[in-house]
């Protein structure tokens, strides 16, 4: 009974060593798997952050020139607003005075006339004059009439010109704030320093995730070896033990016979 527990036992621990030495050889492949795999992806990492690199030389070059086109599109701005408002300026002032000239002759025409209509109904002027100087006076005034107002179509001509010049360069002003704002919208785009450092803090995170998973597979493996270690040292105890039963059993199969000639002799 005794060497059949030893045997079954022998049997038993030979299924377990077995067994464990399967599971090790197993998480040993998984881990050099793993390990290769780690190692695949840390120097796609590093090839990534060397494109990212130089892309970031890139970025910074690109952004040096926005800033500068920035620059020089904000300076084309200001000089574009003085020259608007230099030219509504000097417009309104020379509509001004321009109205208020003509203005002026034509009701200074307008008194004279009246005046000198009211002289002739008095007969105040000379009698002999009164007829023709008065129609030649009249249609000097009409001509002089007529020049004001051609003169005064030519400057409404002038302001309208003046004022579709001003909306084409209101026009302009605008298309060039809205090149601004789209190179503040690339230079923001550009500077989300953020979102790098954001993509490079994931990745570290991930990394050390899987280091952390790496540790905990190896600190299985040493657990699972010292296990393995400790059912190997009771193995050999066990076929020690079975090796002095033999012995023990020879000796004892050697005794009997000899008695038994003994006896019979």
């Not at 000097?90 to 009211?118: C, Y």
């Not at 909306?167 to 790098?196: C, F, N, P, W």
Request: negative net charge; aromatic residues 6%.
């Amino acid at each position: 009974m005794g060497v059949f527990a030893s045997k079954n036992m022998n049997n038993l621990s030979d299924k377990d060593v077995k067994g464990l030495r399967e599971k090790t050889r197993f998480l040993e492949k998984e881990m050099n798997e793993m390990v290769h795999e780690r190692e695949k992806e840390s120097k796609a990492y590093e090839e990534d952050m060397m494109v990212f690199a130089f892309k970031e030389a890139e970025w910074k070059q690109e952004k040096m020139k926005l800033r500068e086109e920035v620059k020089r599109l904000r300076k084309i701005v200001d000089e574009k607003e003085d020259k608007i408002r230099g030219i509504g300026e000097k417009s309104e002032k020379e509509k001004e005075w321009e109205l208020l000239g003509t203005s002026f002759l034509v009701e200074q025409m307008r008194e004279e006339r009246a005046r000198r209509d009211e002289a002739v109904e008095n007969g105040n002027m000379p009698h002999c004059s009164a007829a023709g100087d008065v129609q030649y006076w009249r249609a000097e005034e009409e001509d002089m009439i007529e020049e004001l107002q051609r003169e005064l179509l030519a400057k409404e001509e002038t302001i309208k010109a003046l004022k579709e010049q001003l909306a084409s360069i209101e026009h302009e002003e605008y298309k060039k704030e809205r090149e601004i704002d789209i190179l503040r919208q690339s230079l923001r785009i550009m500077s989300t320093a953020g979102d790098v450092q954001y993509w490079r803090a994931e990745e570290e995170d991930m990394i050390e995730e899987l280091q952390r998973e790496l540790l905990a597979k190896e600190e299985t493996i040493k657990a699972l070896k010292e296990q393995l270690a400790s059912i190997e040292h009771e193995e050999y105890k066990k076929e020690r033990e079975i090796d002095i039963l033999r012995q023990s059993l020879r000796i004892m199969s050697s005794k009997k016979p000899s008695r038994i000639t003994k006896n019979v002799a």
